[in-house]
Every structure is written in C-alpha cells, then in structure tokens.
C-alpha cells in the first residue's frame, strides 16, 4: 500500500519540480535517509556569514551527518559525487563548523556524507558514509 502511495508521490513530485532536478534529488535523498534510520534536523541550512549551504543536516546514531546532495539526469557524464571538489567541500567544512558551533556538537562527533542520486526511469540513490574530512 504504502509503495503505491510513494510512487503517485514521486510521480506528482516530479511534476511539480520539473525545471529544479536539484529540489527533487534533495526530496528523494531526504526520505531515503529518514527510511534508514536518520533524523533530518535542518535542510538547505545557511550560516548567518552567508558561506556555503547544507543541503541536508541528520543524525544517524550518535553522529551528526552533514549531506550533501548530488542529483544528474544520467551518469553520462560522471558520477554526481564527483561534482563536490575542493572548492566546495572547503565552503561544507565552513558552514558545517559553523553549525556544529552554534548547535553546541563537538567537532569530533560529525562527518560529511554525499547521496548521489539520478533521475533515470528508476531513480537510483547512493549514499557515500563519511566521504571525506
């Protein structure tokens, strides 16, 4: 029952995000994570400094999981995980510390996670465990 109600979800979802694929691979990576056991506390998170943003911010166990999201209509073009370089894992890191400051979790306690998920007929999602530091 509840896998029927799931597709008439994505289906309508993909309707009404059509133009913004980043939006429907944020939804899609959100539930796939509250499915495995995490608790999504924030979303699209911005530091007040303006760097960076997080896409995703969950616990899973005692850890506090910094996600981001990487959404492709096909991995013709390389993998999505592979789109989070240097340069971008530098403004995660700052906005991350700034997070875990302000929400009082030690340093020691996070990791960065990257849900790579594509658009085919059958939407295909990974999720990449403490993907760098």
């Known amino acids: 029952m509840f896998n029927a109600l799931y597709r008439v979800a994505d289906w309508l ?23 495995r056991g995490c608790i999504v506390v924030a979303r699209n998170y911005r530091p007040p400094a303006g760097s960076g943003e997080i896409d995703l911010v969950v616990w899973h166990g005692k850890t506090l999981a910094f996600v981001e999201v990487k959404t492709r209509f096909s991995d013709e073009y390389g993998a999505p995980e592979a789109a989070v370089d240097s340069g971008k894992r530098l403004a995660l890191e700052r906005a991350a510390r700034e997070y875990s400051r302000r929400s009082g979790v030690e340093w020691k306690r996070t990791r ?4 790579s998920v594509l658009l085919e007929r059958r939407v295909r999602i990974a999720w990449q465990q403490d993907a760098f530091r």
């Open 112 to 115: 960065f996670d990257i849900v």
């Open 13 to 35: 979802r993909r309707r009404s995000y059509a133009g913004n694929h980043g939006r429907l691979g944020e939804d899609y990576a959100h539930r796939f994570l509250r499915h």
